[in-house]
Structures are given as C-alpha cells and as structure tokens.
C-alpha cells in the first residue's frame, strides 16, 4: 500500500475516534459507520483486510494494552466464568452457528458451515474492551467480558484451523482437535511462562527510559512470534506475559511508566481506531463475487447467521451462570450472587470484530463458498456493533445495574494512602537518624514531611464539603491553584530564554520539572 492512503486513514480514523471523545456514542460505532460511508465516496481506495498483518501485528499490541491494564487477581478470582465463556462458548457457538448455517444454507456444507461458525464465534477483545470502558459496567462483569475476549482468539483460530482442514478434505478427526487444541493452548501458555520472568528481569534492570519503551514495543511481538515458531498459540503466549508484567509493572522504573503509560495509550488510541475504520471499509470487498448468494437471499441468510450468534450466546451463557450455582455448594460459596440481569448483559455484549474478519480472509481461495462466507462474516460483526453497541446503553439503564460505590471506593484509597503515609513517616524518622542524614537542615526535612502530609490530606479531602458556587472540593481548588502557579513559572521561564538569559537547554531542564508536577497533580485528578 502506498503511504499516503496509510496516513490518511490514520489521520481520518483519530479525527472520528476524537469526535466520538465529545458524543455519548462509543468510539467503534461511529469508527465503523464513518468507514462505510467513505466505503461508497469515489478517490478512497480499496482497504483490504490482510490477516497476515492483522493477525501477527495488530493483535499482539492490541492484546498486550488490554492484558497489561487489566487485573491478574480479578481474573484469577473469575477464572471460572472467563474459562466457560473463552473456551466453552467459542467451541458452542462454532458448533450452534455452524449448524444453522448449514441448514440454512442450501449447498453449504458442514466442514465450510463449521468454518464459519468458527470465524464469528469470538467476541472481539477490542470491541469489548471499548465499550465496556464508555458503559463504565460493574467491575466483576468487566473484568470476565475482558478476560474472555483476551483469551478465546486462541480457541476460535484452533477449531477454525480444525474445521478448515476438514473443509480442505485434508481430514481432521475430532481427536486431531483435541491434540490441536491442548499442543496450542498449552504450547502458548508454556511459552508465555517461560518468557514473562527474563522479560521482567531484563525490563528491571534497564535505567534507560527509551530502551525500556522500545523493549515494551517488542514484548508481545516477540511473544506472539515465539509461540507461533513452535505452532503454539500467540495469543495465549501474548496475554500470559502482559497480564505478568502489569501485575509487576509496580517494579520497573517511575521514568519508564510514565513514559510506557503515554506511549501505549497512544498505541491503542491509533490501532483501535483504524481497526473499526478498516471494518467499515471491507463493504465493497465482501460484496464482491457472492454469485448465486445476492440479494434477498444473501440478506436472508445474514439475518439467520446474525440471530444464531445471538441466541447461541444466550443458550451458553444463561445455563453457564446459574448451573454451576445449582450445583456446586463450593460455588456459592466462592463467589458473589448474582441475578437474571447479569447473563441479560453479558450476553448481549457479545460484539465481534476486526479477529473474525481478520480469519475470515485468511481462508483459502479453494475453500467453496468463500466469497459467502467473507459477506456473512461482515454483516455479523457490523450487525453485533451496531445493534448491540447502540442497545447495550439504554438496555443497561433499563435494568438499572447497581452503580459503583464511589464514596466506599474513595474511603478505601483514603484508608489505604494513610497507611503508606504512616510507614514512609516512620521510614523518614529512622533515615533522618543515621549518621549519614542528620545533616539534613530543618526546612528540608519539613517539606518532606509536608509533602507526605499533602498525600494523606488530598484523599480525605475529597470525601469532605462541596463549595457550593464552584462545585469544588478544597482538594479541588488545590490543584486548580497549584497548575495556575506552574503556569506562571513556566511563563517566566520561557520570557527568560528569549532575553537570553538562560538557553534552551536550561529552559528544557526546568520545563521538564515543572512537567513531571503537573502530570502528578494530573493523575491525582483523574484517579
């Protein structure tokens, strides 16, 4: 491809994701819809889905930013239910869709029905990711919508190989799927073992910001590309080393996560953004060559294929919910109660995207039914982003989910700073006692003790009173005040470099101090 179509779709991709940013609407949705429309405008260029960039070089950084801000001890605490959901329902809906599509469909047989179930069995982990983080959903379904997307690619890209290979008259037995399956699962989580620890190490021990961000560039590359060496699975083998380090990440250097915090989120604002972009895009590809299939008969069958996929999530997930409820004690007992609103929602945020896309060109020309498949593809994942994604908003308010605590939220990260402010008070006292420090004049040591003081207050502070005129708590005018005090610094600063009386290699130093406090303030804010 040449460049300027690459930067325009960049550039027009962040230009709508920065749009949605100001509306109630979620990024993906008018992402997608923005790229059908400049699907039909003449002078775009035909943006095709090639998996083998998608897959190998989309996905792994997708993956990784997902993964890294995600939490190892929610998983591990909802293991259960991710693993029913990434696993089970993946291999259910190949099943379930498959079927249907194969009665639905005359002339579609059951290896190439199964190939198609296969492509749109995944919720999508950037779709889910997106909006679940616009809908601002409890933490529990959350934490199991992402943790089930992170994980099934791997089981929906091993039975698409399985069914595929049956498609192809190669011969793949339920056994040859079985064996698939557990060398790629296991062969990726292996691999992501084995690479998570040197990785960390490594990380560790690098003092330079920039080489530690580059090495934060090549990590889920490196990953995804180790495990696929040994036919393992990328994906797995990407997520168990992401979900390693971001519960390590505490570990690295302050100078390295500033600087990795800014650059992945700006990774994930640019791919997202054209993966939704590029969705849209494919209309006129996937209507090319359907044949027999155009028409009322080809939307016919998309509207069957789109119902399947969402009456089979609803068929696994309702039984997955509460089943195991009935019968297990040990359950119950575990973890939380639940009701009928819960699998209500989970079950209609199933949305699918730029991965069953992504596999669904990657099936080969002299599979039959190709081109149909590719259509069928499409219409499920715009139909899941569109319906769902613009439901999912008032269908949650119609269920009326209860909210976060944030008060509760705010008096446990207050509890929690005035314990860290207690240990560091005490810490303070024994440095300030050995020989070495007690040379530390008075003042100093006050502002030591002030700054902690701050930390401590600022918390507290913003379970306290409103001001009534300005909406501001005292915390609040606080950093209003502190940013409008930097601001005048950093004014004279800047007037002192063009009357040369400090160079810009001076002003740079003493901007970057200044800086470095805002962001402080900045995350103190938005926390």
Known sequence: ??????????????????????????????????????????????????????????????????????????????????????????????????????????????????????????????????????????????????????????????????????ALGVGASWADGVVEFLVASVGGVGVGLLLMVPIHQLRKRLREPLLQNTLSLLIPFVAYAAAERVHASGVLAVVVVALYLGHRNWQVDFATRLQEEAVWKMIAFVLESVVFALIGLQLPVVLKGLGEYEGMAAAWYASVVFLAVVVARYLWVFPATFVPRWVSERIRMREPDTDWRAPVIVGWAGMRGVVSLAIAFSVPMSVPHRNLILFLTFTTVIGTLVVQGLTLPPLIRMLKLPPRDLQAETLAEAQAQSEASRAAEERLAELLEEPENSTLPPPLADRLRTVLERRRNAVWERLGEINPETGESADDVYRRLAREMIEAEREVFVSLRDLRRIDDEMLRGLLRRLDLEEAAAYREETA
């Open 1 to 166: 491809m040449e460049v300027l179509p690459l930067v325009a779709l960049v550039a027009a991709s962040a230009a709508v994701a920065g749009v949605a940013r100001r509306t109630r609407v979620p990024a993906p949705l008018l992402l997608v819809a923005a790229g059908l429309l400049a699907s039909y405008v003449p002078g775009v260029p035909a943006y095709v889905l090639d998996p083998y960039i998608i897959l190998p070089l989309l996905l792994p950084p997708l993956l990784h930013t997902a993964a890294v801000d995600s939490s190892y001890l929610d998983l591990r605490a909802n293991v259960r239910p991710v693993a029913l959901l990434s696993v089970g329902y993946v291999l259910f809906a190949t099943l379930a869709v498959g079927y249907v599509a194969y009665l639905a469909v005359p002339g579609l047989s059951l290896p190439v029905a199964l190939v198609l179930g296969a492509v749109v069995a995944p919720p999508d982990a950037v779709a889910a990711t997106a909006i679940a983080r616009k809908l601002g959903l409890p933490n529990r379904m959350t934490t199991i919508l992402q943790g089930e997307s992170l994980v099934n690619d791997a089981t929906a890209i091993t039975a698409f190989k399985v069914a595929l290979a049956a």
